[in-house]
């Protein structure tokens, strides 16, 4: 088995030497690429292509990662590809991720894409719980990185259950609390709904100045032991060497600055700290392999020469790549604050034209309306009118009964010559027609009255419904002459308005008033940090009520006793590193 395993080793490495070129699968944080190298390419060239493909010009903080065992290793720029223990299976798996760590991403960060690979490898080590990161940073951090996603945040579009399949928090923090998905998405959301305004960059950035405060960000942890024996955790960061006990990766027992340190050197398993102060005493550790010993002094290099990097003047590169970000970031901010002026100019136009919409439909219901008030008019008008035809009519039949009566009358009295009793028979008819006479005289004359005031209602018919006719007129005239028109450069573009291209000229006064702006947000950061804190006070007050304690692990209990004492990553750092170097050398051997 082991000879024809040997065998087929053999044979692959001849191919691979009469082959001129292999191929290299390179994973980033984004995507997957596949290039085809020259077999003399050396870890640079590849390095070097791959940053090119990306356009990343801030190369010192990667490297090329590949899995070696047990452990993790990076690709040497001064030796070739294939001579070094990358995997043999064509095509070789490299990962491109940060090696080294800022001390302050918003200053030394200058590319956007810098800031994006950041941002997305950070993420992924603190869903993973690499990174520990308590309950209402990680709310916080979940709703910028939801920001950085989706943009601004509008209800009529991100409705409830948007974040169902987005993987948000640390798995460790959702098993912490009595909270449904629901519960959490509410949580998150109500802080992602905060950040209105933010691009996807500065929602990223924020991210990071949160992440970057965590105890456990940016520090590869290895296996130790002083020379008492005692088992230990080292610490590389971009700050120092850190010694921590294996259980409590948050609270350093002792740090060692770079400044500190003067020379960094191992033999076999044995490392051996010079400090920068000839009077201390060199220290000693042991780690587990000789390989192990080899990756802790790459990062010793590599952050040692940053930490130095970051306190000199930046190079003309640097100077000139800084120039370019300020220069975009200055653009960028002038084009959405004419964006911002051109959506609040359409949303106030939409406003007046909704203002229109419901003025208008207001008059059409007052027109409506005056039109069933005429129509009524008309109707009540037409009524009265015939009511006083029926009267006058009434009026002329009683007029022409009482004619006949009269004529009846007359005949009667012609009559009553006839006889005594006739005449008084006919006195008595005489009698009783002159009584009905007057009667219908009475009736006559009332019914001449209410024919009389029947025209007058039926002229108080006629004036209201012209009163009406007026006030429908009015109402159509104030409608197409008196509604409020809207400015020219108050309407959105669907509106057909045109705006003139904006040109902007940067100049030297432009630059410095950018500088005195980057100098204000330095002294404004104590303040934000300060609300930043209260925020996350906040946030845990919220949530404190539905954990469940016996659920935390170490490290949440650790970090809980860190936060009564007040002690944070910053202050314990400079708590530490008041002593002398040689008590803390001296400390670390008792340990």
């Not at 870890?43 to 070097?48: P, S, W």
């Not at 991100?158 to 798995?171: A, M, S, T």
């Not at 996807?200 to 970057?212: G, T, V």
Request: aromatic share 8%; proline share 3%.
């Amino acid at each position: 088995m082991a000879s024809a395993l040997a065998a087929k080793m053999g044979f692959n490495s001849l191919l691979r030497k009469q082959a001129k070129n292999f191929k290299v699968r390179i994973c980033t944080m984004e995507s997957d690429l596949e290039f085809s190298c020259e077999n003399k390419w050396k870890g640079k060239d590849l390095f070097d292509f791959v940053c090119r493909t990306l356009g990343l010009r801030e190369t010192w903080f990667f490297g090329l990662q590949y899995n070696i065992k047990d452990t993790v290793a990076w690709l040497k720029m001064e030796k070739k590809v294939l001579d070094q223990e990358v995997p043999k299976e064509e095509p070789i798996t490299l990962h491109f991720l940060a090696k080294f760590y800022p001390e302050n991403a918003e200053e030394e960060l200058v590319q956007d894409i810098t800031q994006h690979l950041f941002f997305l490898q950070v993420k992924k080590k603190i869903l993973e719980e690499e990174i520990h990161c308590p309950p209402e940073a990680s709310v916080l951090l979940a709703s910028y990185a939801v920001h950085a996603k989706y943009g601004d945040y509008d209800p009529n579009v991100h409705k409830p259950g948007f974040l169902v399949e987005e993987e948000l928090l640390p798995k460790r923090v959702i098993n912490l609390y009595q909270m449904t998905a629901e519960m959490w998405e509410e949580r998150i959301t109500a802080c992602y709904a905060e950040h209105r305004g933010r691009t996807r960059d500065e929602a990223e950035m924020e991210y990071l100045k949160i992440a970057q405060d965590l105890d456990m960000y940016g520090v590869n942890y290895f296996l130790i032991r002083n020379k008492k024996g005692t088992d230990l955790l080292l610490g590389v960061d971009a700050l120092g060497l850190h010694i921590y006990e294996p259980d409590n990766r948050l609270t350093p027992k002792c740090s060692f600055p770079w400044n500190e340190i003067r020379n960094i050197s191992y033999s076999d398993k044995e490392f051996t700290i010079k400090p920068l102060d000839k009077k201390t005493n060199v220290f000693k550790f042991n780690s587990s392999r000789l390989r192990v010993n080899k990756l802790i002094l790459q990062l010793c290099i590599g952050n040692h020469d940053l930490f130095m990097r970051r306190r000199r003047v930046d190079s003309l590169e640097v100077q000139q790549m800084k120039a370019q970000a300020r220069e975009e970031r200055a653009r960028k901010q002038v084009e959405r604050q004419r964006l911002q002026q051109e959506k609040q100019l359409r949303e106030e136009a939409e406003r007046a034209r909704d203002e229109l919409e419901r003025r208008l439909i207001q008059l059409q219901d007052e027109a409506h309306m005056a039109n069933d008030a005429l129509l009524r008019s008309e109707q009540t008008a037409d009524l009265l009118a015939e009511k006083a035809q029926i009267a006058e009519e009434e009026a002329k039949l009683l007029a022409q009964k009482a004619a006949e009566a009269e004529t009846e009358m007359q005949r009667i009295k012609v009559t009553a010559i006839r006889g005594q009793e006739e005449r008084r028979l006919m006195e008595q008819k005489m009698l009783e027609a002159e009584m009905l006479a007057l009667k219908m005289a009475e009736e006559s004359e009332r019914r001449a009255k209410e024919a009389e005031q029947l025209k007058q209602d039926l002229q108080e018919a006629r004036e209201s419904e012209r009163r009406a006719k007026h006030k429908l007129l009015e109402i159509t005239s104030r409608a197409v002459y008196t509604s409020p028109a809207l400015p020219s450069d108050s309407m959105p573009p669907d509106f057909s308005f045109s705006r003139e291209n904006l040109s902007f000229d940067f100049k030297d006064t432009d630059m410095k008033r950018l500088s005195m702006e980057i100098e204000k947000e330095k002294v404004e950061y104590m303040e934000k940090s300060k609300h930043l804190q209260e925020q996350l006070n906040e946030l845990k007050t919220e949530i404190e009520s539905l954990k469940l304690k016996e659920r935390e692990t170490p490290l949440d209990v650790i970090h809980n006793q860190n936060t009564e004492q007040g002690t944070s990553k910053h202050s314990n750092f400079k708590k530490l590193t008041l002593q002398s170097t040689k008590s803390r050398v001296a400390f670390f051997e008792e340990l």
